[in-house]
């Protein structure tokens, strides 16, 4: 009350003081949001509303009532407004299980039991919108249904998926005999001309057309066969974001657990005499109890079954039942199914009855025959004198998991010892032994097993005193054990069969543990099988939906210990009497097997000579419907007399108990201990207990209690919980009629204590009678009692425990809650059971139907007044009073922070108070209007209880509306008038309440605030169907105000942002979403603050055509205003794009899909099907175009994965200014909140150009594809006239951008064909380092600043710029459904043909926006720039989607555009020529005859075109022979049999062309095409040798040489070669290919004009590689500069070098050789500082500073390796042009010699066979005589690098010595005797030089030998050799720094070790031990002499070395080390003393 008392002294208070009611509210509405509906606050007509800030909708009622769906014509008229009969309200019939009611007549029924009736038997009444099914809420987009959508497509043809052409074999058996081949190869027949035949000319092409007439054709055609949806080819949305699903609740039906059907087949003994009765039962062991109720059976004879017909009535068809049905609610592998066998009673305890079963024999007979007629004769005996009477027998009992565990196994063995069952594949088991499975304690099922029939042959005898269920669990779990102890017992002999099986759903011939007939019952006198009462094991929480009354009564024991004479055989009679009298003994006792249905007594079976008796009977009693106190059980003790005496009944009574049934107004239940009366009772003793002393009464045992039973009732109707009875006991009195007197104090307290009491209620009952409960609850809440004619105040006590009742309902079925939280049990009472109360039938007037509403009632605007609000207490005169009292009042508990500062005026929760209720009879009030005002109204801890059962009171509340409307006749009158005014700011302010709720609590309990935010959604979706829609999106907008104000100070913005996603989503998934939005009548800003709808009307006339456009396409505050829900989503769409970081990928999935999941929802509906529906609503989504143009940047780039995408629109379109576009501004979150920060600008045409290239790190792949598809459904279905008008204002840069987009749309959707199919056709396009799009980049501009800025963005994502994704769901392409691997042959096949639509029909889409984009462009600026770019996107699409039927209408679009734009092609960009041919001859390469009819005929009409144009062919037939030579270079799938065809076909339009027939065109053409054809012939080869790299390289250098004359041809077989290179990690060879393309183009620049920082032609690249000599062939004889068609390509520009180079450095950095790296951009810096380029400088010098920084740190651990070489030969006819060849090739790093051996040994075993490829072991020289003609000899030679002496001085580092390598050594070791090693006197070796033709490395390989040397070194001189480089290895490992002690070790060891002593020492013993004889070998003699003592110097620095650097622990070896060396040195001694004479003088001749 505090903050109150400020107010009424303040300027606002007085003015609230003068306002009536009504006036105060609108006011605070107005003020504080409350009612958002009544904010008139409107921003300016062209003010721009940020995205940021939600709008105020429209009045939708108001503007309905301007714009009367009446005025439109058509089907559009439906979606103008909701249908007039949209709710209805239905009155569904209960299901009934049986055939009879099952319910008492209504004679019979007191209160309690009317209740139940009522409650079981009334049907359910049930609200539903007709048109609800048509929402993703009730009928989602599941992938089944996307697969019933995708039935029936048409299947594509794509290329990818045809079969390839027939093998290299079969096309040469197919293509003659090799002598009619003019080059005498057999495959070059395949491309003769002459032989070839054309594909069939299209019809028509070569006739003139007007460009506007073939527009429209192609459009017509383009419209045929089209798919109406595209988004039904999409995988079906993302089940995880549908939060907006809401399945009805399923109707309460009766609960059953997992059933079984036990069949009782036959029961056989040894012997039989007597008659044998068997019941069923289940048990679980591990809970101790008994879990279903008994099952009765009787299996025997007729003749048998005769001998107790005196003591029988004829037995009823249902007890002759001998099936029965089994519940199991909680399945469990401790339930035992226990058989009991009775028998009748007779003389002699169990024991001695049992003991002929276990001793006789029926076999026999012969023996026993007296002993089996004495038998026969007592039975007769005692069948019929103690027919009624029966004693235990014989148990057994079966452990149902082993059961269904041997009946789940497959097959077993006929004889399993462990399990002792007898098998066999027909399900049959027989149990031989009492051995069991072992089964652990898992759970298991019982619901779906294989049938199995049990053949039971053993039973125990009962035990006399083991009669218990206590004593039955012990033997239960005895027979678990292994050794159980029953094994040891002597079991009875019998033969029983029982079928268990799992129970049909809809059993024939099923009676009820009613024994009511269940449906179907088709013939009454069919044996019924019965289902059997489960008792649970544990409790079950389900609700009654039918009546049931039972009583189960169980004897347990009886203790006559203390009395005197002969009262030993005991039986019990039971019977339910209604009085005292005898004859009042009700016939409601269940009857046993062949017996009547109910009889009036029963009987417990009897212990022969037993005073104490336990008993295990159970006798099922029918409850009477209405129970009094005379009603009460009655036990009478017999003793049985087994001998027969004269004059006496067999049965005398001993003594009587009872038990009353009710006890303080409840039944009476439990278990009892009751005393004995000896006497009969007296009169009047039914309304006592037993256990009062009555006088005159003998009692046994001093009235001790000694008969101890069980009472367990099931029952609908008796609660058997104190509260509950207490309630609604008291609820039924109140309700008879109004209470006085002076207990009506009292009964007030009373009704307020059992209210409290119910929070105590087991969870159980409560549960059970919740429908009753919530049906008490809501009278009490809404019709108070009357007590002394004033109103009980108790509606906020009604509420409170409505709340926590419903909490405690949901906590018992915690695990059943449906995705949102729902409590099963409490959505299926709102769904089906509420009804508004005082509606029930017995309030209707007999002529009054409930269910149709009265006609022609007064919609009257009268206020009720609530009766709940009890602090009320006065009536206000007059409104002022009403005032003063809502600022004073305490009606409002302000002790908690929800309501403190809210509620009071000017509070954002502002709701005013009702005057206390009028003192009437009857007040009533209706349950919406109550629940909303207790609940605003409500405490904290009320309050917290409806918040987690928030849903539940919302859909009371608009089931109560709806109901409410329906019943009052108000459907049907205007939305404003059907409710007060009250209940709409009381809705207002418990929105907003809830709302702030959502947004306080979003980071303390996220699961109730997600239930909570739900809830909140479909309640407003809910109320969009009820109440004034304005109002109710006024609720969303003050929901988003509500929210958007936490989002500046959240610490994680992205939860709420999430939260109010989802409540969009959910409010948008209403059925008639598309009415909400206003799509009818004009979009235009007001023109006033405050308008009228129709001044919006008036004010679109004025308004320019152009403004029209653009207001359509875009977000701005009119549009969003009118089509509020389109324009949330829309701008959440938008401002979440923008944004970034891990949150954001999260919030950008869901608001796709959102968007995603909307429109799939509408492409499905029916009402939307048509075209004008169709463009009516993709109007709405227009503004999605200008989102998706504005984040491209950000969406992913499908065309690659490792670099950015080259720029699409060419630099002449400006720049955008908007960098790479990958992030927003840091204050995303508050500018989203609406905070007062600068707001975001909306998103509007810029102008500026295109984007640049784009990071793939932005949005994931899967969203952009998902977004992607969302645009192309808004295009498809778009108004063409309104994009054209759009398009025709749009700016250059934006229509490039749109144009960039569409490419991106190609790219998203391409055709992958079937998985591992081939796809070469693609592989340009998937290649990461294509070689073209790197070259584009680079000239364009995207390797300087623009790519490192990129590159720095993707530095600072927090993902990094290679991090893995593996475990990022919301990055990868992840989708479990469609990537299993057990996909069946069938699910493949239907994927490739959705994936097929689908990228036919998204490309088409695209297509018929570049029709419309091109119509748009003669009139726009930079007209020839755009059509290159759109052009582009045009040839994209062909690659990505080449099917035929999208093929064959892009080729027509394709053929429209040159005509119509001639100049584009052949007067401004050559560059685009080129690719439009290359796209075309590869497609005129297709095995598709359709494809290459189009593509061929699109070639003739461009060579056409092109020779009318420019009167010249030279340009066209240069772009296609380059475009054939790039395809031929890099295509892996072309064929060359259909390009033929192609050809061939271009030969027959040019002759059958009559225009052009006496031009020289046709004869051009025939020149080009034999030209091509000779390219042709030149792949065949090339085609041959595929597999060989070396081969396939060698040709294309071939092919490439040939061009040497044509610079075009020449430069692109380079980058062909390069690009070859590249893939298969060649870098350094890829470098030296686009090093020889500079060099051509430098000679070709240095022709045109002589530039200072441009390279002087190929001698400026010698620094580089002596190979580039070669280009310069090139010369002013051969090319002339500027011939047209010559040199005409971009890269023969400046731009085109410095690209080619910038690939070179790239190249050699990837090769590891950075010192060309450096020579490289010696040629390109000159050139950056001329054109004063410093960012490309900034580039370049850093790449040289980490090029540099390399060769500087070699102790780093990084080492390069070079290449390692092999001389290669070729022998045999075989090889052809390779016979007698030598090769040098280049080698990866490492490569061993058995590797490139087996390699080339592999790959030509397989090309000849493997018996004719043999490898050369030795590297001897090869004498061909010796080989065999057949075969193919390779011999393979490791060769090192070989420099001179004065090449080594120069070149030092490894590098210099592994680059521009020439010549080549291997050495032979050879002795005089042929063999290759021998003693050191005759070792002579063989030193081979070879030299090759280029220097390594080069453009190819594997380099010709072109000369070849010989020197033969004689044993010194090898001598001297290895003494060298001994010496060597020592002063390297000396000098090595830093040290190296191992490898000094190591080296020492090798040089002075004891085992190779003998190595130097031998050489000097051989060689200088005497002095030579020739005078020759005197100086090699010295030579050797001086090298050993070079080495012993060495070898003395090496040990001096060794002994500074070991340590302590090395010592002892070092001096081994040094004593060796003495040795060594001491024995060279002498030899190296001994010098040879010196050389006479040269001999002068005179």
Not at 465 to 488: C, G, Q, T, V
Not at 1474 to 1488: I, K, N, Q, T, Y
Request: net charge negative.
């Amino acid at each position: 009350m505090g903050s109150f008392l400020t107010f009424p002294g303040t300027q606002e208070a007085r003015q609230l003081a003068r306002m009536v009611a009504s006036e105060v509210r609108k006011q605070m509405s107005r003020e504080h949001g409350s009612s958002p509906q009544l904010s008139e606050r409107r921003s300016g007509s062209h003010q721009t509303v940020p995205l940021a800030e939600v709008v105020e909708p429209l009045d939708v009622e108001e503007f309905l009532a301007a714009h009367p769906p009446e005025a439109e014509s058509g089907p559009l008229r439906d979606l103008a407004d909701f249908p007039p009969d949209d709710l209805e309200v239905i009155q569904e019939p209960r299901e009934l299980r049986t055939l009879e009611p099952g319910v008492p007549e209504e004679g019979m029924l007191d209160m309690r039991t009317q209740d139940a009736v009522k409650t079981y038997t009334e049907d359910w009444l049930v609200v539903r919108r007709r048109y609800q099914g048509l929402s993703t809420a009730y009928t989602p987009i599941t992938p089944q249904r996307q697969r019933e959508r995708q039935q029936g497509l048409p299947r594509q043809v794509f290329e990818t998926d045809e079969p390839e052409v027939e093998d290299v074999e079969e096309r040469r058996r197919s293509s003659g005999s090799l002598d009619e081949t003019p080059r005498g190869s057999w495959a070059s027949s395949i491309f003769d001309l002459r032989n070839s035949m054309p594909d069939a000319p299209l019809p028509g092409l070569l006739e003139r057309t007007a460009p506007e007439e073939a527009d429209l054709r192609n459009a017509a055609l383009r419209r045929e066969g089209r798919h109406p949806e595209i988004l039904a080819l999409f995988p079906a949305p993302d089940e995880d974001e549908a939060v907006e699903r809401r399945s009805p609740p399923e109707m309460p039906r009766e609960h059953f657990g997992q059933r079984i059907l036990v069949k009782c087949l036959s029961l056989k003994f040894e012997i039989e005499f007597e008659p044998i009765f068997g019941s069923l039962a289940l048990y679980d062991i591990k809970e101790k109890k008994k879990i279903s109720e008994n099952f009765y059976f009787d299996l025997n004879s007729e003749a048998v079954k005769g001998l107790l017909r005196g003591h029988s009535a004829p037995p009823a068809i249902s007890s002759l039942a001998r099936a029965a049905i089994f519940s199991i609610s909680h399945p469990s592998p401790d339930i035992f199914l226990v058989i009991r066998l009775e028998k009748v009673l007779q003389q002699g305890d169990i024991g001695e009855c049992c003991e002929p079963y276990m001793v006789l024999r029926e076999a026999d007979g012969v023996k026993n025959k007296e002993k089996l007629e004495r038998l026969r004769t007592a039975a007769e005996q005692f069948c019929s004198r103690l027919g009624r009477y029966r004693m235990p027998f014989a148990w057994t009992a079966v452990h149902l998991r082993n059961v269904l565990s041997s009946a789940s196994a497959p097959e077993r063995d006929p004889l399993d010892p462990d399990t002792g069952v007898w098998a066999d594949r027909k399900g049959t088991w027989k149990r031989r032994t009492l051995d069991r499975l072992s089964v652990g304690d898992e759970a298991c099922g019982f619901g779906n097993f294989r049938p199995a029939t049990l053949t039971i042959t053993n039973f125990f005898k009962q035990e006399g005193d083991r009669l218990s269920d206590e004593d039955l669990y012990k033997f239960l779990a005895d027979m678990r054990r292994p050794s159980s102890l029953l094994r040891r017992l002597r079991p009875i002999t019998a033969l029983l069969k029982i079928d268990i099986s799992p129970a049909p759903e809809s059993p024939h011939y099923c009676l009820s543990p009613e024994l009511l007939h269940v449906q179907p019952y088709p013939d009454p006198r069919v044996r019924p099988t019965k289902e059997i009462l489960e008792f649970p094991a544990r409790e079950v929480f389900a609700p009654y939906t039918m009546y049931r009354n039972l009583l189960f009564i169980y004897p347990q024991s009886l203790n006559f210990s203390s009395r005197q004479g002969s009262m030993r055989n005991i039986a019990i009679k039971v019977q339910l009497m209604a009085g005292e009298d005898p004859s009042q003994a009700l016939p409601v006792i269940f009857g046993k097997s062949s017996s009547s249905e109910f009889t009036q007594e029963a009987y417990t079976a009897v212990v022969y000579h037993n005073k104490c008796p336990q008993f295990y009977e159970e006798v099922k009693v029918m409850l009477p419907p209405a129970l009094g106190d005379s009603h009460h059980l009655l036990f009478s003790f017999h003793h049985v007399a087994c001998q027969p005496r004269p004059h006496t009944l067999p049965d005398a009574p001993v003594g009587y108990t009872w038990v009353p049934l009710m006890q303080h107004g409840q039944l009476r239940t439990g278990p009892l201990c009751l005393p004995v009366s000896v006497d009969k009772p007296p009169p009047s003793y039914s309304v006592l207990t037993p256990d009062v002393q009555l006088p005159g009464m003998k009692w046994v045992d001093n009235h001790k209690g000694v008969f101890h039973m069980e009472l367990r009732a099931v029952s609908s109707v008796h609660t058997q919980d104190p509260a509950l009875e207490r309630f609604l006991a008291l609820g039924r009195a109140l309700e008879v009629g109004p209470c006085g007197g002076r207990g009506a104090a009292v009964l007030e307290a009373e009704l307020r204590a059992s209210l409290g009491g119910l929070r105590g209620a087991q969870p159980q009952p409560l549960v059970a009678f919740s429908h009753q409960l919530l049906d008490r609850l809501l009278r009490l809440l809404t019709r108070p009692p009357l007590i002394n004619g004033q109103t009980v105040n108790v509606g906020r006590a009604a509420f409170e425990t409505l709340a926590v009742l419903a909490n405690q309902i949901d906590r018992s079925l915690e695990g059943s809650r449906d995705t949102h939280g729902r409590c099963p049990v409490l959505a299926a009472y709102v769904h089906f059971a509420f009804r508004l109360p005082g509606t029930e039938r017995e309030a209707n007037a007999p002529d009054q139907d409930p269910l149709h509403p009265p006609t022609g009632l007064p919609l009257s605007r009268a206020k009720s007044i609530s009766c709940s609000n009890p602090d009320l207490a006065s009536n206000p005169c007059c409104p002022d009073e009403e005032v003063q009292h809502i600022l004073g009042t305490k009606g409002i508990d302000r002790s908690h922070s929800w309501v403190n500062a809210a509620y009071a005026p000017g509070g954002t929760k502002a709701v005013l108070r009702r005057p206390p209720p009028p003192a009437g009879p009857d007040p009533k009030q209706l349950v919406h209007e109550e629940l909303a005002l207790q609940w605003v109204v409500s405490a904290s801890v009320v309050r917290e209880a409806a918040l987690c059962q928030a849903w539940f009171f919302f859909q009371l509340m608009t089931k109560s509306l709806a109901l409410h409307l329906y019943r009052a006749g108000r459907l049907e009158a205007p939305r404003r008038l059907r409710l007060p005014q009250r209940f709409a700011d009381d809705v207002a302010a418990l929105v907003c309440a809830l709302s702030t709720e959502v947004a306080a609590r979003c980071h303390q309990d996220m699961e109730l605030v997600e239930r909570l935010n739900t809830s909140l959604g479909f309640f407003l979706a809910d109320l969009l169907s009820l109440m004034d829609r304005g109002f109710v999106l006024g609720l969303v907008r003050a929901y988003y105000k509500q929210v958007g104000a936490r989002l500046a100070t959240a610490p994680n913005p992205s939860v709420l942002l999430g939260l109010r996603l989802d409540l969009l989503r959910i409010v948008s998934s209403h059925e008639h979403y598309v009415p909400l939005n206003l799509p009818l009548g004009s979009l235009s800003p007001p023109a006033s603050p405050s308008p009228s709808v129709s001044s919006q009307g008036s004010a679109f006339s004025s308004q320019a055509p152009e403004q029209r456009w653009a207001h359509m396409l875009e977000l701005s505050g009119p549009f969003r205003r009118q089509h509020f829900l389109v324009g949330l989503l829309l701008s959440e769409l938008a401002l979440i794009l923008e944004a970034d970081g891990d949150d954001a990928l999260a919030l950008q999935k869901k608001a796709i899909g959102a968007l995603h999941n909307l429109l799939c929802s509408h492409e499905a509906d029916p009402r939307l099907a048509t075209p004008a529906a169709c463009a009516l609503v993709a109007r709405l989504y227009l503004p999605l175009i200008t989102i998706v143009m504005d984040v491209l940047p950000q969406l992913h780039d499908f065309s690659e994965t490792h670099s950015p995408r080259g720029r699409l629109v060419p630099s002449t379109l400006g720049d955008d200014g908007d960098g790479d576009g990958s992030t927003i501004s840091p204050s995303v979150a508050m500018a989203i909140a609406g905070s007062p920060l600068p707001p975001v600008p909306c998103p509007c045409p810029s102008p500026g150009p295109a984007v640049g290239g784009r990071a793939s790190g932005g949005l994931a792949p899967e969203a952009t594809r998902e977004l992607l598809g969302c645009l192309l459904w808004v295009l498809k279905g778009a108004d063409p006239d309104v994009l054209r008008g759009w398009l025709t204002d749009l700016p250059p840069a934006r229509l490039a951008r749109l144009l960039d987009l569409l490419r991106l749309c190609t790219a998203a959707f391409c055709y992958k064909g079937r998985p591992g199919g081939e796809r070469g056709h693609r592989l340009p396009l998937a290649q990461s380092l294509d070689m073209r799009a790197r070259l584009e980049e680079a000239i364009l501009g995207t390797v300087g600043a623009r790519r490192d800025m990129v590159r720095r963005s993707r530095e600072r994502s927090p993902l990094g710029p290679h991090e893995n994704v593996r475990w990022r769901k919301s990055l990868t392409h992840w989708r479990p459904s469609t990537e299993r691997p057990d996909k069946t042959k069938e699910e493949v096949e239907q994927e490739v043909l959705v994936e097929g639509n689908l990228v036919t029909e998204a490309n088409l889409i695209v297509l018929d926006t570049l029709e419309i984009i091109a119509q748009t462009l003669p009139l726009a600026e930079a007209r020839d720039s755009l059509l290159g770019v759109l052009l582009r996107v045009l040839l994209h699409s062909m690659a990505c989607a080449p099917g035929a039927v999208y093929l064959q209408h892009s080729l027509a679009t394709q053929r429209a555009l040159v005509a119509k734009f001639p100049e584009l092609l052949f007067e401004e960009d050559a560059e685009l020529g080129a690719e439009l041919c290359l796209r075309l001859l590869r497609l005129c390469g297709s095995h598709v005859a359709t494809i290459r009819a189009h593509a061929s005929a699109s070639l003739y009409l461009l060579m056409r075109q092109g020779y009318e144009t420019a009167h010249s062919f030279a340009r066209v037939k240069l772009q296609v022979t380059l475009s054939l030579s790039t395809l031929v270079g890099t295509s892996r799938s072309l064929s060359e049999e259909h390009l033929r065809r192609s050809l061939r076909t271009l030969l027959t339009y040019a002759h059958d062309d009559p225009e052009l027939h006496h031009s020289p065109f046709p004869e051009q053409v025939q020149d080009l095409v034999f030209n091509l054809h000779m390219i042709l012939t030149d792949t065949v080869k090339m085609k041959e040798h595929q597999e060989d790299p070396e081969m396939l390289i060698d040709l294309m250098y071939r092919i490439a040489k040939g061009y040497q004359n044509s610079p075009d041809l020449r430069l692109t077989w380079l980058q062909s070669m390069a690009q070859t290179h590249a893939a298969r990690g060649g870098h350094a060879e890829s470098a030296q290919c686009l090093v020889h393309g500079a060099a051509l183009v430098a000679e070709y620049l240095s022709l045109l004009e002589d530039r200072r920082h441009l390279p002087v032609g190929c001698v400026s690249f010698q620094s580089i590689s002596s190979n580039v000599l070669e280009e310069s062939a090139v010369a002013d004889d051969v090319v002339t500069p500027g011939e047209e068609g010559v040199c005409s390509g971009q890269l023969f520009t400046e731009q085109g070098l410095v690209g080619l180079l910038q690939q070179a450095a790239d190249a050699f950095t990837a090769a590891g050789l950075y010192e060309a790296v450096n020579e490289v951009y010696k040629l390109l810096i000159p050139i950056h500082e001329a054109n004063r380029d410093h960012t490309r400088l900034a580039t370049l010098h850093g790449q040289l500073q980490d090029a540099f920084a390399r060769l500087a740190q070699p102790s780093s651990g990084w080492e390069r390796m070079f290449g390692t070489y092999f001389r290669v030969g070729f022998y045999g006819g075989r090889f052809g042009d390779l016979d007698e060849q030598e090769f040098v090739y280049k080698e990866p790093s490492l490569t061993k010699l058995p590797e490139i051996a087996h390699r080339l040994e592999e790959f030509y075993a397989q090309r000849f066979g493997d018996d004719v490829v043999e490898i050369i072991k030795d590297s001897n020289p090869v004498d061909k005589a010796k080989l065999e003609p057949s075969k193919a000899y390779i011999q393979v030679t490791y060769v090192e690098p070989y420099l001179e002496a004065y090449e080594l001085r120069e070149r030092v580092t490894d590098f210099e010595r592994s680059y521009g390598l020439r010549r080549f050594l291997f050495c032979t070791p050879l002795t005089p005797g042929g063999r290759a090693h021998g003693e050191l006197h005759e070792q002579f070796k063989r030193k081979t030089l070879l030299t090759t033709a280029h220097a390594f490395p080069y453009i190819k390989t594997r380099i010709n030998v072109v000369h070849k040397e010989e020197i033969i070194l004689t044993p010194i001189e090898v001598a001297i050799e290895d003494m060298q480089k001994k010496t060597q290895e020592l002063a390297f490992a000396t000098r090595q720094d830093p040290a190296d002690p191992k490898m000094l070790q190591m080296v020492l060891q090798g040089c002075v070790g004891t085992t190779v002593n003998q190595g130097p020492l031998e050489v000097a013993q051989v060689f200088l031990a005497e002095i030579p004889q020739d005078p020759k070998l005197y100086r090699h003699h010295n030579k050797l002499r001086l090298c050993f003592k070079d080495f012993t110097k060495r070898c003395e620095d090496a040990l001096r070395k060794n002994k500074a650097l070991i340590g302590p622990d090395q010592r002892e070896y070092h001096r081994e080390l040094e004593r060796n060396y003495q040795r060594l040195r001491e024995a060279l001694q002498p030899l190296l003393n001994r010098r040879a004479p010196p050389l006479p003088p040269p001999t002068v001749i005179p």
